[in-house]
C-alpha cells in the first residue's frame, strides 16, 4: 500500500475517533475513566503513523519531481541536437556536425541573477531579459521558506530544479527568441505572485 493511502488511512482514523471520544465525553459522565490510557495510546499510534507516512510521501513526491527535471532537461538536450533521449554526443560529433548542431555552441551566452524576497513570496524581479542561446539563471534563496525555479514555455516545463532553502541554485537551457515564464513551482507560491517574464531577444 502506497504511503500516501496509508497517510490519508490514519488521518481518517484519527478524525473519526476524536468525534467518537468528544462525543462519548459529552454522553458518558465517567468517561474515560480507566480507559485513559488505552485512549491515549490508541492516539499516539495514529498520530505517529500519520506523521511518518506523510514524512515518506513528501521523501517520494520530492524524488519523483526529481525525476521529471532530470527527464525534462534529458529532452531538451536532446532536442537541441536532434538526437533521441539520453544519447550523449561526442566530441567528434560535435567537431564534425555544422549547421543547426554548432548553431547553439555559436549562440550568445547570458547569465541572470535572480533571488527571493527573504520575507514574502516573490521574486526580486518580474522581468528577465537575455539574448538567444545559452541561458543561466543564478537563483539565490535567502528565506528558510523552500523555492525554485522554472522555466516554462506555454505551460510546458523547458527547465528547472528541486526547491531549495536558504542555499543558491542555477538552471541553464538553451532557448530561441521568445517570451518564457519563469515561476516557482512549490504550491501555492505561483498564484501568490512567484512568476515572471523571460525575453529572449
Known amino acids: 500500500m502506497e504511503n500516501e493511502t496509508l497517510f490519508y488511512i490514519c488521518g481518517g482514523v484519527l478524525a473519526v475517533s476524536a468525534l467518537v471520544t468528544t462525543f462519548l465525553g459529552l454522553k458518558l459522565e465517567n468517561f474515560p ?17 500519520a506523521s511518518t507516512f506523510a514524512v515518506r510521501y513528501s521523501v517520494e513526491h520530492q524524488e519523483h519531481q526529481a525525476h521529471e ?11 537541441e541536437h536532434d538526437e533521441p533521449p539520453g ?29 527571493a524576497d527573504p520575507v514574502q513570496l516573490a521574486f526580486d ?7 538567444a542561446g545559452e541561458v543561466t539563471i543564478d537563483f539565490d534563496n535567502p528565506a528558510a521558506i523552500e523555492h525554485n525555479v522554472v522555466i516554462e514555455e506555454n505551460g510546458k516545463e523547458l527547465a528547472g530544479f528541486e526547491p531549495i ?14 517570451t518564457y515564464e519563469f515561476i516557482c513551482t512549490v504550491t501555492g507560491h505561483a498564484e501568490a505572485g512567484m512568476t515572471g517574464t523571460l525575453t529572449v531577444e
Request: aromatic share 6%; proline share 3%.
Open 87 to 115: 544519447e550523449a554526443i561526442t566530441e567528434e560529433e560535435e567537431s564534425a556536425g555544422g549547421g543547426e548542431e554548432s548553431h547553439s555552441d555559436a549562440g550568445a551566452s547570458t547569465t541572470l541573477e535572480l533571488a
Open 33 to 49: 475513566g480507566r480507559a485513559l490510557p488505552l485512549i491515549v495510546i490508541w492516539f499516539a499510534v495514529f498520530v505517529v503513523g
Open 125 to 131: 524581479k518580474t522581468e528577465l531579459t537575455a539574448k
Open 165 to 178: 532553502i536558504e542555499a543558491e541554485e542555477e538552471l541553464t537551457a538553451d532557448l530561441e527568441p521568445g
Open 69 to 79: 527535471y532530470e527527464q525534462a532537461n534529458e529532452e531538451i538536450e536532446a532536442a
